[in-house]
């Protein structure tokens, strides 16, 4: 498995895998030092230092254009598996977000002592290497990802094709769903300013749904794969549109993300800012109030510029820590409404209700992500509210397309959220309906995919 995760990352680009190599060597024997140093009380100074080693290789590479704008360097290419073209400017390595969020996790642990240091190099290089997971996650924790590579795996009919049916869901996704979509709304985002308010609408309702698609999709693929080898990777979605406040929101999207910035950020500077704030209140505001809001307003600016280096990244970051304080700090109000009103929280309306404005709030934070500046996603808002007219469509068909595509998910979602037992055709216990339903899945991805959209979103990240 080690050696198909190497091949796996040299596929791509060779030259990085050195600093790949560096890094994982650095933090073997950073994890047994940092335990030793633990041990004799210096712990917090070691696990400093290298963390702040691990986030400085990360800002390099991902901050380069941003803090040295125009500046050119020529990187050399290796041309091992396959011809690839010379880079003539820095990039982000592949899955270097990811490999440092997981050396973190790592090295947060044994600080803690809830682990030992992983003391074989082969089974710590092919946790941070892991081939289904090194691109974009899952961000598995070390006690759920190591004890697997250890345990003895026998060959497991059930697990392949069950792994097989999650890859293939994946591939619809993407090909079908997210590809597809992909086309439309680069379309309307490349021009915005030519396009109306209803096309700028839609494409962010679209795109909603393409970036949902092609992140979910990759990760079924990833779990999917990882199956075979009788690895169970953690889920990173669960029916995220199907929310019903925006905290809600981050506990269904990109669930190891969102836990790893509760467990490693927010959490430790609620516990700061509380042995700090000794008041009961502050401005008319429970102490309470104002911690949440500091650690959730820093932890999401975190959040928003570890996604891009513009400024556009950082207020769709600052929005969700401002809508994650109001959500916090009205919830008495919300649940003192709904008696007024005499409506359950649970009740069928209240749940459409709630499920429809978080979707819209979502939608509208995407604008921010989407866009290619602060400029340019303000114009987008200013031309939503202030016309209208018919929307741009260009191929009736591939409108048709589209929206099958989004029907099918969003029916998917449903059962799955709804209806857990009577949707998953693929996993029918009628032989006849497992196979037409994989058959159909196979012919739809086959006929209406798109095989040349392009990488998945989050690579880049």
């Known amino acids: 498995m080690l050696v198909a995760s190497i091949a796996y990352y040299l596929s791509f680009i060779p030259v990085f895998f050195g600093l790949v190599a560096l890094m994982i060597a650095g933090n073997y024997l950073g ?11 210096n712990g917090k100074m070691a696990l400093t230092a290298l963390v702040v080693l691990n986030l400085l290789v990360l800002a390099f590479f991902k901050y380069f254009r941003f803090l040295f704008p125009g500046l ?41 002592k809830t682990i030992d240091p992983e003391m074989h190099p082969g089974y710590f290089s092919l ?9 974009q996650g899952p961000i598995d924790r070390p006690k759920v990802l190591l004890p697997q590579l250890r345990e003895i795996h026998a060959f497991d009919n059930n697990l392949v094709t069950s792994g097989l ?50 992140f979910s999709g990759y990760t079924d693929i990833a779990l999917g794969s990882a199956q075979i080898f009788g690895i169970r990777l953690t889920g990173n979605f669960r029916q995220p549109y199907l929310a019903t ?72 970051g600052v929005l969700f820590g401002l809508l994650l304080t109001l959500s916090n700090w009205l919830h008495p109000f919300g649940r003192h409404f709904r008696k007024i009103l005499k409506v359950k929280k649970n009740s069928t309306l209240a749940q459409t209700f709630s499920i429809a404005i978080t979707f819209l709030i979502i939608c509208f934070t995407f604008i921010f992500f989407r866009a290619d500046s602060l400029s340019t996603a303000g114009k987008i808002i200013k031309t939503i509210c202030s016309s209208s007219g018919i929307p741009f469509y260009g191929s009736p068909a591939h409108v048709v397309y589209m929206l099958v595509g989004i029907l099918l998910l969003v029916i998917a979602d449903l059962g799955t959220e709804f209806f857990r037992t009577r949707t998953k055709l693929m996993f029918h216990p009628y032989p006849a309906v497992r196979l037409g339903s994989v058959v159909f899945l196979a012919m739809i991805i086959l006929l209406v995919g798109v095989f040349d959209g392009g990488q998945f979103i989050y690579f880049q990240f």
């Not at 820095?90 to 990811?98: E, F, K, N, R, T």
């Not at 809001?293 to 570890?306: D, E, V």
């Open 31 to 41: 994890g047994r030092w940092l335990k030793s140093m633990t041990e004799k009380g």
């Open 72 to 112: 050119e360097i020529d990187l050399w290419f290796v041309d091992w598996f396959y011809r690839v073209d010379p880079i003539t400017r820095m990039i982000l390595p592949l899955g270097l977000s990811y490999l440092v969020f997981t050396v973190i996790s790592y090295l947060i642990e044994i600080k803690r």
């Open 127 to 135: 946790y941070l290497l892991f081939f289904p997971r090194i691109a």
């Open 165 to 214: 049916k999650l890859m293939l869901w994946g591939y619809f996704k993407k090909l079908v769903v997210a590809d597809r979509l992909a086309i439309y709304v680069n379309a309307v985002y490349g021009n915005s300013e030519h396009h109306n308010g209803t096309t700028l609408m839609v494409a962010t309702v679209f795109f909603a749904f393409q970036i949902y698609a092609d």
């Open 245 to 316: 406040s925006v905290k809600d929101f981050w506990n269904r999207w990109h669930i190891t993300f969102s836990t790893w910035l509760r467990d490693y950020l927010f959490l430790p500077l609620a516990f700061f800012f509380s042995k700090r704030m000794k008041k009961d209140r502050y401005l008319f505001l429970k102490t309470e109030n104002w911690i949440y809001f500091f650690a959730i307003m820093i932890t999401f600016a975190i959040c928003g510029i570890w996604h891009g280096e513009g400024w556009h990244f950082l207020a769709w």
